[in-house]
């Protein structure tokens, strides 16, 4: 099994809070892209490749080292994962981001092409349930107690708070 093609889809999704911000800043929208590896033999792997500009990384900088690592990748044995980060590393250095997008599509495809729960590549069922630790905005006092009563209701249990 080979790579054939990789798709790059932009994904824009609105915050809830369009004012959300923490230290570093924040914006109205998540930007990110889904990565599709897709095999030649029509077998597909999926992978998810976010952007933050307040940590320095921007929506066109990540789409800009996917598409650098397009033509590296197409021929590819999907299992050969150390090679061809080490490919993608020659390529272009860094770009974290881009690159566990990447990741996450090949174990994808690996573990449709095996016919197993992408879990069973990753050491096996521990959890049926992952804890989600969510961030109240920085606001007035008021407002930020007022988001982390509203979060725990909604059953979150970890709750980060910036002052």
Do not use: P, W
């Given at each position: 099994m080979k790579i054939a093609h990789m798709e790059i889809i932009p994904v824009v999704l609105p915050k809830e809070d369009p004012e959300w911000r923490f230290a570093l800043g924040g914006e109205a929208e998540a930007k990110a892209f889904i990565v599709?590896?897709?095999?030649?033999?029509g077998i597909f792997g999926i992978g998810y490749a976010a952007s933050a500009t307040h940590h320095g990384i921007s929506f066109?900088?990540?789409?800009?080292?996917l598409e650098a690592y397009r033509d590296p990748l197409i021929g590819q044995d999907p299992f050969d994962i150390e090679k061809i980060f080490c490919i993608l590393g020659r390529?272009?250095?860094?770009?974290?981001?881009?690159?566990?997008?990447?990741?996450?599509a090949l174990h994808d495809?690996?573990?449709?092409?095996?016919?197993?729960p992408l879990y069973a590549l990753l050491g096996g069922l521990f959890r049926t349930e992952i804890p989600v630790m969510r961030i109240v905005a920085l606001k007035e006092p008021a407002r930020m107690a007022e988001n982390a009563l509203k979060l725990t209701a909604e059953?979150?249990?970890y709750i980060k708070v910036k002052f």
């Open positions: 599709k590896l897709v095999s030649d033999e066109g900088g990540v789409q800009a080292a390529t272009l250095r860094g770009n974290n981001e881009a690159q566990a997008g990447i990741d996450m495809l690996q573990a449709k092409k095996l016919g197993v059953g979150y249990t």
